[in-house]
């Protein structure tokens, strides 16, 4: 099986550079199944369900979110519009799974559950040989950690959320195909998405500022990844960039 995962998709320059690559990307690597981080795809900010289904349209399968999942408020009630039934488009937005289990409240507050654990029990219940992580995290060294924690239980764990790629892409010695951080898809002529004066001005003067997405030099970032569906472990990975 091969798998293609899309770094974070931001805004409108990155939904248009996925619009414009995907079929030949797809095509090119012979792909069979497209998973995309969708929680920037909002202007930056979140995702709707109006945007999900789009990105569906284009050819993504499933879509991983992070810390903005919430940040759109119409996803809450996408989200439960999927409780009961497998074949709701919801099912395939995914949210982060150690964030709090109720909806209500407690969303907001940044106090995740341990991801090494909870990824422990999902993995005591998932039977499933091909099994894909995208860990949404800040930290490089919280990232190389899981890769080795999961390393041969996964067949490939894959860093989002710091928007800017990184280069040590391999697959582990137990079969685990890692990559610390993918990289955004959108514009790279800003700061991690949003327009660089703005940023640049509240490093200065330390003053709140509305973010506004940047538009220049949007570039679609991406793994590839071969894995044997009979053992679900990674035969290789792959780096793109396209701009
Ligand atoms: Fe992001
Ligand atoms: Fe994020």
Redesign the pocket.
């Known amino acids: 099986m091969r798998i293609l995962f899309i770094g974070?998709i931001f805004g409108r320059p990155g939904r248009t550079i996925v619009r414009d690559k995907l079929k030949d990307l797809v095509r090119d690597h012979r792909i069979d199944l497209v998973l995309a981080n969708g929680?920037?795809a909002a202007a930056g900010f979140g995702i709707t369900p109006a945007l999900a289904e789009d990105l569906f349209d284009l050819g993504i399968d499933v879509l991983t979110t992070?810390n903005?999942v919430w940040d759109k408020r119409e996803i809450i009630d996408y989200f439960a519009s999927a409780d009961g039934n497998a074949h709701s488009p919801a099912r395939r937005v995914l949210r982060p799974a150690n964030y709090a289990k109720d909806l209500q409240g407690r969303v907001f507050m940044a106090s995740n559950d341990d991801p090494f654990r909870t990824a422990d029990e999902l993995l005591s219940k998932i039977t499933e040989k091909i099994i894909f992580v995208d860990l949404h995290a800040e930290a490089t060294s919280e990232k190389v950690a899981m890769g080795w924690y999961l390393d041969g239980r996964v067949t490939a764990l894959i860093g989002?959320?710091t928007?800017v790629p990184t280069a040590d892409e391999r697959v582990l010695p137990g079969g685990t195909a890692y990559m610390t951080d993918v990289g955004m898809t959108g514009p790279y002529e800003g700061v991690i998405g949003v327009k660089k004066e703005l940023i640049i001005g509240r490093f200065l003067n330390n003053m709140p500022v509305r973010f506004e997405p940047a538009t220049g030099d949007a570039r679609l970032c991406a793994v590839v990844i071969d894995a044997d569906e009979s053992s679900g472990k990674a035969r290789s990975i792959e780096r793109v960039m396209l701009t």
């Open positions: 974070d929680e920037n992070g903005h989002t959320h928007h």
